[in-house]
């Protein structure tokens, strides 16, 4: 497009906003051969190091059942009355409440810096986990926890969002966040290793747990400094950007024809509360909160209802480990069609029944092997849906400022799922935990609901658009229509 920028009269309105008075988000004509190799030098640098951060990330969140079927639970007595479920449980309010705050401070400060500074502090926090020697310290440590990984995920589907034009960014997403959750499935296995250090130099297996594990995220964060990449408006302003100027140019380009928002607009608090008045919003979150439940409950509890069924420590944490791995290939499956046909609800609904299906297996079947592979069945589903669900916010809104408000959003409600499941998965449900299965279903059922209204709302709006019978335009610009 022409590069005209959205403008906000934040003096007499902070929701007025006025659109771009030209469009070309349908030019043809361009060199789409070295488009597509200018895109794949973004994916190699931009991809890898969000997710091998964002493996430490979920690490250094789930170790807790690891540590806790390794000692900790007795070393810290959690086992009395409701203490492991606050240890759980404190983690997500913070990482609520900070989502935003970071995702404003990411787009000011630059995105090398900010994402590789949190993850630096997560780590020397987790370090500092494998000392406490009261369970009110690891509480604290928990929230400390909790604020520094609050932006990290919203901070990285806001940066890979504004790279990529609508109908290729869930592949990303899909590659982003699969194949980080299958190699941070092995953390379990991990786990099992280093507890093989119990002992040495007078600490216990788990409190290794915490400390190679913080060790590793310290590293890699230092590497994140060096190799993240910052937003395609700011990328020039480095001393050696990866990208030439034409190159960059052709980036913006390109997301000016699909959505002409390449430049960012004004982000202020008055701005995010305008955006936070979009119902759609809202829906979008819940769906993510959803999603999520079943990730969560699968990380704390796989370890401890296999266990349960009667498998020694070592090899639950192995086998908790293998059902991520599977749900790589379903999920970038989905992924690619979805990007192809350009359509997001078929394969949100797909995501849902098999996690729906993978939990009742899970939850009432007696025999061990069917409800291990339930577990499968779960993660193919959960796991495939998680970028899904990103994509399908990320392609039916505009503009830099929402994008940054709505990730925050989107990714702080998984916080209120990691929540719900740290309280419906009760110790005295042990080991079958059938209640929260049972409300794990439950959500996936609100998913289907929710998008099945999305879908009705979004086709109706289409046609009033291609009968021009709306009363403005939708995302405040002439040619936007939402991805079904």
Known sequence: MSGEKVSYDVADNPGAITPPQTSSMAESGVDTAHEKKIIRKVDLRLLPILAAVFSVSIMDRINMGSAAIAGMKVDLKLDIGSRNSIVLLVFFIPFFI????????????????????????????????GFVEDWRILVFCRVLLGIFEAGFLPGCVYLICSWYVRYEVQQRLAGFYLLTSSTSGFSSV???????????????????????????????ALLAYIFVIDFPDKLLQRRKPFLTVSEVEIIKSRIDRDRDDSQADPITWRIAVHHLLDWKLWVYALMFMNTSVPGYALAYFLP????????????????????PIPAVAVGLTLAWWADKSRLRAPSIALGALLTIAGLSMTAYSSNHGVRYFGTFVCAAGQLSNSPALMAYQANNIRMDSKRCVSSALLVGFSSIGGVFASTVFREKDAPNYRNGLWATIGCQLLTLLLLAC???YFKRKNRQHKEGTLGKPLENHPEFTYTI
């Open 190 to 220: 991990l786990a099992y290793g280093v507890m093989q250090m119990n002992g040495i130099q007078g600490l216990a297996g788990w409190r290794w747990i915490f400390i190679i594990e913080g060790v590793i995220t310290v590293a890699i």
């Open 454 to 456: 999305m879908t009705v």
């Open 98 to 129: 900070f989502e935003l705050p970071s995702n404003l401070v990411l787009r000011r400060v630059g995105s090398a810096f900010w994402l590789s500074s949190i993850a630096l502090s997560w780590g020397v926090v987790t370090i500092g986990m």
């Open 304 to 323: 401890t209802i296999l266990k349960g069924m009667g498998y020694s420590t070592g090899t639950s944490l192995v086998l908790s480990a293998l059902p």
